[in-house]
């Protein structure tokens, strides 16, 4: 998905104020989190407009089914460039329709870990996230090894300090809402 194989960090919109900020940054990728059907149209036409390219959440958008006719719609109505979310099913849905997907895991306890091993490997995705990013680091090792891939982390990556050490882990990426870090252009970490 990350084509130049370079870190990225990726703004995470939270709220609508915030869009013009991440559109500033050297970022290719925006994730926004804060859409709903009434206005992804005309936001990811705006982030398009200023060469960015898009990835929602499916989990987030607001009013948007999680059938394949909604899936349907992100590509061909919506025109996001790429999905994430964390069912293995809906993620395959959305394999099926030709759209990058990450796969979004959240580091909670040993049974997830257990079952999010058994279905990576039933599931297809460019680029799986890790979360939140303290554990991340701790796992990438055992998930590259299971299922290579790309990798970005997320959650709880507040300084630029993480951003460091999650780089210094081999992630392709961080995906963050701090927008303090949206400044920073990752080669220079």
């Given at each position: 998905m990350f084509e130049d194989q370079s870190f990225h960090i990726v703004p995470s919109v939270r709220h609508l104020r915030f869009l013009d900020l991440a559109l500033s940054s050297k970022?290719?990728?925006?994730?926004?989190?804060?859409?709903?059907?009434?206005n992804l149209k005309e936001i990811v036409k705006y982030c398009h407009s200023h060469r960015k390219k898009v990835i929602v959440n499916h989990e987030l958008v607001g009013g948007l089914g999680a059938?394949?006719?909604?899936?349907?719609?992100?590509?061909?109505?919506?025109?996001?460039?790429?999905?994430?979310?964390s069912s293995a099913?809906?993620?395959s849905m959305m394999k099926k329709e030709s759209l990058p997907?990450?796969?979004?895991?959240?580091?909670i306890d040993s049974f997830a870990l257990e079952t999010t091993f058994y279905s990576i490997d039933h599931s297809p995705c460019?680029?799986?996230?890790?979360?939140?990013?303290?554990?991340a680091i701790q796992f990438l090792k055992r998930f590259k090894e299971a299922h290579p891939c790309e990798y970005v982390a997320a959650g709880f990556i507040e300084d630029i300090d993480m951003v460091r050490e999650v780089k210094k882990a081999g992630f392709s990426g961080v995906m963050t809402s701090c927008t303090d870090l949206w400044k920073y252009d990752p080669e220079k970490l």
């Open positions: 970022e290719d990728w925006i994730l926004l989190t804060c859409a709903h059907i009434g059938d394949k006719v909604s899936f349907q719609m992100l590509k061909k109505m919506y025109k996001v460039d790429a999905v994430m979310g099913i809906r993620l997907t990450i796969r979004r895991i959240s580091l460019d680029v799986i996230e890790l979360r939140p990013a303290y554990y």
